[in-house]
């Protein structure tokens, strides 16, 4: 399965914006996906995932409120709002071939498949 995100761009402090990540050469039909990001000089970091075909959700204390994930039908949205000025980061979808749990869903070695990136720059 490939993953390609899109939808990031130069959004002010206070916006939304929803990110996208298409799946193709396959279906998302079980394991658990996710959001990354990596902030400039820091490493990536979990956000947020979806174990595909149930209401189990996770998300980072950074996000948690603010973001929302879901899936429809081959892809995968994040909903960002009231964004802020410390959420810009390239952000990266992936998939698990995994029902990750609470422990390891941010486990970045968790993840098979990523997509390729998309940065969004948040300005105040």
């Known amino acids: 399965v490939q993953l390609q995100a899109f939808g990031g761009g130069l959004v002010q402090a206070g916006d939304s914006r929803r990110l996208s990540c298409e799946a193709s050469g396959g279906s998302l039909a079980y394991g658990t996906v996710a959001w990354f990001r990596q902030a400039p000089g820091k490493e990536r970091e979990a956000i947020s995932s979806?174990?595909?075909?149930?209401?189990v959700t996770n998300y980072s204390s950074a996000v948690r409120g603010r973001f929302t994930i879901s899936i429809a039908a081959n892809t995968v949205f994040l909903q960002m709002n009231n964004l802020r000025v410390e959420d810009t980061a390239i952000y990266y979808c992936a998939l698990s071939p995994y029902n990750l749990i609470t422990s390891s869903w941010s486990q970045r070695a968790q993840y098979q498949n990523w997509g390729q990136g998309t940065l969004v720059t948040v300005s105040n």
């Open positions: 979806k174990r595909i075909g149930t209401h």
